[in-house]
């Protein structure tokens, strides 16, 4: 039989175990924004970095292009499938990320299956989240994250990955200053 305060203790444990996990996420990020001013290598490794720590299905950079007002896969994750270069046109009603991108908010969905505007990209997505790129106020991409079970992004989590967004839109501006 399991003692109770034995079980509380181990997902007490547990929960510190990923908060760790959390901070090192972040810590990476930081140091990669700090010595690769290459935005593709840079943004390939925060995406693998962020899907492998996590284990999302799914996993995107979308860049702005400011000419034709589109989202464009910069850097991508699903298994071994990598969608660089997929366009979408940022329309509040053509997707979760062009969305985010037309109204400038973050945009969860806990069950996808449940927004008339979401367009199916991976059959198993349950979840997805989208989070704008802004730098110096102005949208230069989404971050999205999408998982195979419904619910799946906490609060906490949530508040991660927009301070993860955070660090992955100031990477990008600094690597196009740079070029």
Not at 35 to 63: C, H, K, M, P, W
Not at 91 to 106: K, N
Not at 159 to 165: H, I, N, T, V, Y
Request: aromatic share 8%.
């Amino acid at each position: 039989m399991i003692n109770p305060f034995n079980a509380a203790q181990a997902f007490s444990d547990l929960d510190q175990v990923l908060r760790v996990e959390e901070l090192f996420l972040l810590q990476r990020v930081a140091q990669k924004i700090n010595s690769i001013l290459d935005i593709e290598t840079l943004l390939d490794q925060i995406v693998g970095d962020v899907a492998n720590t996590f284990g999302y299905n799914r996993l995107a950079v979308l860049l702005k292009d400011d000419e034709t007002n589109e989202l464009m896969i910069a850097a991508g994750w699903t298994g071994e499938l990598c969608l660089k270069g997929t366009r979408f046109k940022i329309d509040q009603g053509t997707g979760m990320s062009a969305h985010a991108a037309a109204s400038g908010e973050t945009f969860y969905a806990p069950d996808v299956r449940k927004i008339p505007f979401y367009v199916v990209g991976e059959e198993d997505t349950r979840s997805e989240i989208d989070i704008p790129l802004k730098s110096h106020g102005k949208l230069i991409g989404v971050f999205n994250v999408q998982h195979t079970t419904m619910n799946a992004f906490s609060p906490e989590r949530i508040r991660l990955l927009e301070a993860l967004a955070g660090h992955v839109a100031t990477a990008i501006a600094n690597a196009r200053m740079f070029q």
